[in-house]
């Protein structure tokens, strides 16, 4: 089985602008979570989708947002980007009941300049 | 008081030792707990799971959970160079909003496995 595919792996964006970032979670898993992760904050959940809906999200501006398409692929959008925002962004599929069996992507790496 | 505390190390073990990786949590609904290796530039990697207090073994790993104390480990035997990474525990509570993909995590312990 194919693993979490995240796009791009790395980018650099200036401060006021947007970003979209994609994930595409393992075949047959439908629920995709994402997560931010910062040295100086670890990993931090953002959202959750499940069959196209948001499930849960977590404490982030609305600047954050993210959709689900059919196939389960997902894509976040940060707008109006802050230098804050430089993280890796990570993707995880989720293959149990009870969020045991979360499948991470390798990430996209952000810079905001 | 932050719901999950592991310490950030860094730990530095000879080839061959037994590592301890250790977290305690504050939040008693917690009841599936995680472990997570990752590499430099990489996603976590999933290594175990482990559902309410007890010991779970998989190869040269172990964990453990002490619900009444709200401290979990992992255990590496017969560490290798190659287990140098990130270690990071992870929690959650099924019954939080529905949500089964909102994992509270550790900030990671660095290991370091000198040959």
């Known amino acids: 089985k194919a693993g979490v595919t995240q796009t791009p792996r790395y980018l650099i964006k200036t401060r006021g602008q947007q970003v979209t970032l994609s994930c595409s979670p393992i075949?047959?898993?439908?629920?995709v979570s994402w997560y931010q992760q910062t040295p100086g904050q670890g990993l931090q959940f953002l959202f959750e989708?499940?069959?196209?809906?948001?499930?849960n999200k977590g404490n982030f501006p609305g600047r954050f947002s993210g959709r689900q398409f059919s196939n389960s692929r997902s894509e976040m959008n940060v707008s109006t980007l802050e230098l804050g925002d430089s993280a890796l962004y990570l993707c995880?599929?989720?293959?149990?009941?009870?969020?045991?069996?979360?499948?991470f992507g390798s990430g996209t790496q952000l810079s905001v300049l | 008081q932050k719901e999950v505390e592991q310490d950030p190390g860094p730990l530095s073990v000879p080839e061959g030792a037994i590592v301890s990786l250790n977290c305690t949590y504050s939040?008693?609904?917690?009841?599936?707990f995680m472990w997570y290796r990752q590499y430099s530039r990489k996603g976590p990697e999933l290594l175990m799971y482990?559902?309410?207090?007890g010991n779970k073994e998989d190869g040269r790993f172990t964990a453990q959970v002490d619900k009444s104390s709200k401290y979990i480990s992992l255990f590496i035997r017969d560490s290798q160079p190659s287990d140098s990474a990130t270690y990071l525990c992870?929690?959650?509570?099924?019954?939080?909003?529905?949500?089964?993909?909102?994992?509270?995590f550790g900030k990671g312990t660095k290991l370091s496995v000198k040959p």
């Open positions: 995880a599929s989720n293959g149990g009941q009870r969020g045991e069996k979360l499948f």
């Open positions: 075949s047959g898993h439908r629920s």
């Open positions: 989708y499940f069959s196209e809906t948001q499930r």
């Open positions: 939040n008693s609904a917690f009841q599936y």
């Open positions: 482990t559902y309410s207090s």
């Open positions: 992870a929690m959650s509570d099924p019954n939080y909003g529905g949500s089964q993909g909102n994992l509270i």
